[in-house]
């Protein structure tokens, strides 16, 4: 009859927009790649995300803990390597309530560059960190350690700079390069450096980066931006990396903003422990910008309205054929990549510029270009 409401049945109710789209039964905290997660679901996610990523360091039959593999697991003080401190902390625990024995052992290590990237003195982040994961090893290097690693980085008339502390005579080298974009160049080149150095030296089978989607995404772009494209394939892959040791990278299917908000949402928030990375606003005109820079802003501008750009960046770059870097070429005494291009210009400017290299290293062009522009 007109006007007549016909009730709706229990099951036929609209469903609640307010409510996790997977369990139905948490309430929706934040929206993660059009779908609305409540909290529990979202830390299910990444763990996820994050564990898959592992699996080839799995539990085997002939595992025992003699055998175990060994992992190091750099702390860089951003939220990304911390979030997957905490997902492996969660796990191993969990595993270690089980019968069966733990798949793997971590040893976890920062790099002090305070004084070289304005970052956090890695001594206090890694006591931060030590004081709510307790259960594993803890290692620091200072930066200036990785001038050993680099016996022809010193020219033979400079040999008197060697008389200062590694500090000084690295802080002095660093200053020395051309650009802002040189220096943050270099200072991760010794990083990485450093790190599998230490991996090998402490027994590890391979050496786990926090680096996410949109910072792979990052790095792919500046390292083309710097002459450094030949080196993506070996560089962001996972798997051998030229260093020595096998590169993992566990959180390189999640996205920054995402381990931000799992940052916030733990309890009690890691924010605690780590710096939240903030706004970039910069001039690509400043003489103090790097590449890197320019990078950081334009994800960051296309993260929230177009993820797709970046995962398409990351996939595409893992895609890239990998196997003739690796034989018949001479390594960069620099950062050790294959050195597959020359240029006698940027061969020339580099040598009689003012910086310390040996005239005799030889270089990639990308460590070519970091050193004369």
Not at 192 to 199: G, Q, Y
Not at 205 to 231: F, N, P, Q
Request: proline share 7%; aromatic share 6%; glycine share 6%.
């Amino acid at each position: 009859m007109p006007g007549k409401i016909t009730p709706i049945r229990p099951s036929e109710q609209p469903p609640d927009i307010s409510l996790c789209r997977r369990c139905h039964a948490e309430e929706a905290r934040l929206d993660v790649r059009n779908e609305a997660l409540g909290r529990d679901c979202f830390f299910k996610y990444v763990h996820t995300k994050a564990i898959k990523r592992m699996e080839s360091y799995k539990l085997r039959k002939s595992t025992t803990a003699a055998n175990a593999p060994k992992l190091l697991l750099a702390l860089s003080g951003g939220p990304s390597s911390l979030a997957l401190l905490h997902i492996l902390d969660f796990y191993l625990r969990a595993q270690a309530e089980k019968p069966t024995r733990a798949p793997y052992s971590l040893i976890v290590m920062t790099v002090e560059t305070a004084g070289f990237d304005g970052a956090e003195a890695g001594s206090e982040f890694l006591g931060k960190a030590k004081a709510r994961y307790g259960s594993y090893e803890y290692v620091v290097r200072p930066l200036s350690e990785a001038l050993d690693l680099l016996p022809t980085m010193v020219n033979p008339e400079h040999d008197a700079c060697r008389a200062s502390p590694q500090d000084e005579t690295l802080a002095r080298w660093v200053a020395s390069l051309p650009s802002a974009t040189s220096r943050q160049d270099a200072v991760e080149i010794l990083k990485a450096r450093l790190v599998s150095k230490t991996a090998q030296d402490l027994g590890c089978d391979g050496v786990l980066w926090g680096d996410s989607t949109t910072k792979l995404a990052e790095k792919t772009m500046a390292a083309t931006a710097k002459g450094r494209a030949e080196s993506v394939p070996l560089s962001l892959s996972e798997g051998a990396a030229p260093y020595g040791v096998e590169f993992r990278y566990p959180m390189r299917d999640v996205f920054r903003k995402e381990i931000v908000s799992y940052t916030q949402l733990s309890e009690p928030p890691l924010t605690n422990i780590c710096s939240l990375p903030r706004h970039m606003q910069v001039s690509a005109s400043s003489k103090n910008t790097t590449i890197e820079d320019l990078m950081v802003q334009y994800f960051e501008s296309i993260e929230e309205g177009f993820p797709s750009i970046i995962s398409n960046v990351v996939r595409t770059s893992s895609k890239l054929e990998d196997s003739k870097l690796s034989v018949g070429f001479p390594e960069c005494s620099f950062c050790l990549f294959p050195k597959l291009l020359d240029n006698p210009v940027i061969q020339s400017q580099t040598s009689q510029g003012p910086n310390l290299l040996s005239e005799a290293a030889s270089l990639c062009y990308g460590c070519q270009r970091m050193l004369s522009s």
